[in-house]
């Protein structure tokens, strides 16, 4: 099955950059997502890239995609205190799009 | 409207409880997800419902036993479940399945057993 792994803690002060890694296994993914949690809610889609692209920009979301290394990160510009959250990288299983394999997550703890 | 609601929000029962969640879209959405989330960890998939017809059990226990009544509804019947069930259960719905466009989340219930 699809590894994908995720530092579990970041903590940044309010108004820096912070940047989100994540890495897989499956190198024949398509898609590949990146998804927020706060507190006590279910998961928000906040971007995704095709794999064909390295960059992808959303006004303060950069996602950066690295296939050789199977490297996806996620920056987020200007970090304010309401990006407080977890956030999941996620990735197809191959062969499909029917299962999505979940990263294990990294806590962004915001210090104001 | 771009939402899955998820009813209730949390639940208590007991083990020897028969209890119902309940998920509904109106997105137009063909594919509907059961996922399970315990605490500090991501979301596990639990069933896949493509176009009404269930696609994928991972190898869930009988005690939850899933329903998809119609295209905007999914149900997850739950009976004689054990504590280790305590979780958050999180329904999300797909414009098909393979559209690689991602999920759309409901808010989850929480459920705890005694």
């Known amino acids: 099955g699809e590894d994908v792994e995720q530092s579990l803690f970041l903590s940044v002060r309010e108004g820096d950059s912070s940047v989100i890694n994540c890495t897989y296994t499956d190198s024949s993914s398509t898609y590949l997502y990146w998804y927020k949690q706060e507190p006590g809610a279910g998961l928000q889609l906040l971007t995704y890239?095709?794999?064909?692209?390295d960059m992808k920009q959303d006004q303060r979301l950069t996602v950066l995609l690295n296939k050789k290394d199977k490297h996806l990160s996620l920056r987020i510009a200007d970090t304010q205190t309401g990006d407080s959250a977890i956030y999941f990288c996620?990735?197809?299983?191959?062969?499909?799009?029917?299962?999505?394999?979940f990263g294990t997550g990294t806590k962004l703890q915001v210090i104001p | 409207d771009t939402e899955v609601t998820q009813t209730p929000k949390h639940l208590v029962m007991g083990m020897t409880n028969k209890k119902s969640l309940k998920c509904e879209q109106h997105m137009g959405h063909r594919a509907m997800y059961w996922y399970k989330q315990k605490a500090k960890k991501p979301p596990e998939l639990m069933f896949v419902y493509s176009y009404e017809k269930l696609s994928i059990n991972e190898s869930v226990p009988s005690r939850f036993s899933p329903e998809c009544p119609n295209s905007s509804l999914l149900n997850l019947h739950l009976h004689a479940l054990q504590p280790e069930d305590s979780a958050l259960y999180l329904c999300?719905?797909?414009?098909?399945?393979?559209?690689?466009?991602?999920?759309?989340f409901g808010s989850g219930t929480r459920l705890t057993v005694v």
């Open positions: 999300a719905s797909s414009h098909t399945v393979g559209q690689g466009l991602g999920y759309t």
């Open positions: 890239i095709f794999s064909n692209m």
């Open positions: 996620a990735v197809p299983n191959s062969g499909g799009y029917q299962k999505v394999t």
